[in-house]
């Protein structure tokens, strides 16, 4: 059972472009998101964060997007550079009955054409 | 600035055999965690550390034993290795829950 999913595995994008990751989860639990950055031969990287109270959150070229209702969050890059072809996870976190959780999911891989 | 480190990077392993990744951070952080990436699947957590002497068991702990020796260090145990647990393992570390994972930058283990 996937709480939390990135349907596209892969994404292709010309450099200058708009570049927009998807990520879907399914518990109501989960009131914090995070997106990381993950090149190969390295561990992935924390990029953006966002609380469920916000809607959006940017930093320079990155903007995290958070619809509640739909249970789905976005990751915007603008303009794309070469330089942010990458694997992108979004992971959900929250408090359940089991504990502090933070679940992942399978990543999107990013290229960027120059 | 070395942030979160792990040892080793590659390693092959035959069924059966047992090993220890190694992992140290120095950003002073309480809580440490090992994780394990396998293809088409999020990273999922093996055991954790809120703080030091304390562990707890993850999503996947079967087959897996840890050691949190100090605020520095978090390492991980295999006492028989088995083929599933062919991975790469992602050592992390983080300040509170704002602020993110620090990841190591992984150990491939393959088990033949």
């Known amino acids: 059972d996937q709480q939390v999913k990135q349907n596209s595995p892969s994404l292709s994008v010309q450099e200058g472009r708009i570049s927009i990751l998807n990520c879907d989860y399914t518990?109501?639990?989960?009131?914090?998101f995070l997106w990381y950055k993950k090149y190969p031969a390295e561990g992935p990287t924390f990029l953006i964060s966002?609380?469920?109270?916000?809607d959006k959150n940017e930093d320079g070229r990155f903007t995290v997007f958070l619809n509640k209702s739909a249970k789905h969050l976005s990751l915007h890059i603008v303009p794309s550079q070469p330089g942010d072809s990458a694997v992108y996870f979004c992971?959900?976190?929250?408090?359940?009955?089991?504990?502090?959780?933070?679940?992942f999911g399978a990543g999107t891989r990013l290229f960027v054409k120059a | 600035n070395a942030g979160v480190t792990q040892t080793p990077k590659f390693q092959v392993l035959k069924t059966g055999q047992s090993m220890t990744l190694q992992c140290a951070q120095d950003?002073?952080?309480?809580?440490m965690y090992w994780y394990r990436q396998d293809p088409g699947m999020g990273l999922r957590l093996i055991y954790y550390?809120?703080?030091?002497?304390?562990?707890d068991k993850g999503e996947v702990p079967n087959g897996y034993n840890v050691s949190r020796l100090n605020k520095r260090e978090f390492s991980l145990r295999l006492e028989s290795a088995a083929p599933s647990q062919t991975s790469v393992y992602f050592c992390?570390?983080?300040?509170?829950?704002?602020?993110?994972?620090?990841f190591g930058s992984g150990t491939r283990l393959t088990v033949v």
């Open positions: 992390a570390s983080r300040p509170d829950w704002v602020s993110g994972y620090t």
């Open positions: 518990n109501s639990m989960f009131d914090y």
């Open positions: 966002i609380s469920s109270i916000k």
């Open positions: 992971a959900a976190e929250g408090e359940d009955t089991g504990g502090f959780k933070t679940i």
């Open positions: 950003m002073n952080h309480n809580s």
């Open positions: 550390s809120a703080s030091e002497g304390t562990t």
